[in-house]
Structures are given as structure tokens and as C-alpha cells.
């Protein structure tokens, strides 16, 4: 069992920046992938930025050039570290560890882009 849990959320201006980070437990060397993912009031959970075992990294059109994600040497925490926020990046983030078989995902941290 992986048990991811994340922190670093909080309230930031526009233009500002934030780091969050994702640590798991458990059995984490059977993980091929790690993302952050977001979901906003009202709206579906999307994808933001995902990295392979492997270090191939993806991200949504949304973030490219702001967002990047990163780990750890042990592969045991994921970052996202977020610059030039925008009101539009208002959501909670969750992360998610996959191995072939689960999903499994971190219970979210709350990101909030105001004046």
C-alpha cells in the first residue's frame, strides 16, 4: 500500500509562486509515475504535470513554462513547483503515485491565487 500525503498549499498573490510536495509511504518501488492533478469548484479534475520513473516528464498547455515537477534522488517525494500563479490556478492539487496495478492518491492540498 503507498499512502501519498501533500503539503505546501496556501494563499498566494498573482505572480507569486509556491512549492508543493507529495511524500509516500509503502511500497513505493513498484511506482511507475507520479502527477499532480487539480480540481476547482465546479469543474473536473485535470491533469497538471506528471514525471515516469523513467524522468519523462508532461504537462498541461495551461502551465507550461510556470509549473515544474520534479523528485526527489529516492523518488519518494514529488515536487510541483508553481511560478507566475494566476487566479486561474485556484483549485485543490492532489497527487497521485500509479504502479500497474492502483492509483493512489494523496487527499489534496488547497491552492488559492488572490489579491
Known amino acids: 500500500q503507498v499512502q501519498p500525503v501533500e503539503s505546501g498549499g496556501g494563499l498566494v498573490e498573482p505572480g507569486g509562486s509556491l512549492r508543493l510536495s507529495c511524500t509516500a509511504s509503502?511500497?513505493?518501488?513498484?511506482?511507475?509515475?507520479r502527477g499532480w492533478y487539480r480540481q476547482a469548484p465546479g469543474k473536473q479534475r485535470e491533469l497538471v504535470a506528471r514525471i515516469t520513473s523513467s524522468g519523462s516528464t508532461n504537462y498541461a498547455d495551461s502551465v507550461k513554462g510556470r509549473f515544474t515537477i520534479s523528485t526527489d534522488n529516492a523518488k519518494s517525494t514529488v515536487y510541483l513547483q508553481m511560478n507566475s500563479l494566476k487566479p486561474e490556478d485556484t483549485a485543490v492539487y492532489y497527487c497521485?503515485?500509479?504502479?500497474?496495478?492502483?492509483?493512489?492518491w494523496g487527499q489534496g492540498t488547497q491552492v488559492t491565487v488572490s489579491s
Open positions: 509503502g511500497n513505493i518501488f513498484s511506482i511507475d509515475a
Open positions: 497521485k503515485y500509479t504502479d500497474v496495478r492502483f492509483d493512489y
